[in-house]
């Protein structure tokens, strides 16, 4: 069984920066496309950035420029750094491990971290 842990959420004033870290157990990180959503009260999880085993990226066009996704296999963990954030980035952000294994789809979901971004 897979177990992902984000971590890096807090409060923080608008035009600063964040780094979530998301941890995952067991032994398929290395061959999965891993990502990050966010979702806020209301409204559906949203895609946020994700990134394949081989290191290929692809953003949000809200957060292009802003935010940098990033691997590292060896240690089994993710990151998201945040710079220049605004209001409209508060949200609880999950991270998301998915690929396919043995002719199957598999996706699995973090606790989420909250972050918040007052003015």
């Known amino acids: 069984q897979v177990q992902l842990v984000e971590s890096g959420g807090g409060l923080v004033q608008a035009g600063g920066s964040l780094r979530l870290s998301c941890a995952a157990s067991?032994?398929?990180?290395?061959?999965?496309?891993m990502g990050w959503y966010r979702q806020t009260p209301g409204k559906q999880r949203e895609f946020v950035a994700d990134?394949?085993?081989?290191?290929?990226?692809n953003y949000s066009h809200s957060i292009k420029d802003r935010f940098t996704i990033s691997r590292d296999n060896a240690k089994n963990m993710g990151n998201l750094q945040m710079n220049s954030l605004k209001l409209e980035d508060t949200g609880m952000f999950y991270c998301?491990?998915?690929?396919?294994?043995?002719?199957?789809?598999?996706?699995?979901w973090g606790q989420g971290t909250q972050v918040t971004v007052s003015s």
């Open positions: 998301n491990l998915h690929g396919r294994q043995f002719g199957r789809d598999y996706s699995y």
């Open positions: 067991g032994s398929i990180f290395s061959t999965s496309t």
């Open positions: 990134i394949t085993s081989s290191g290929i990226t």
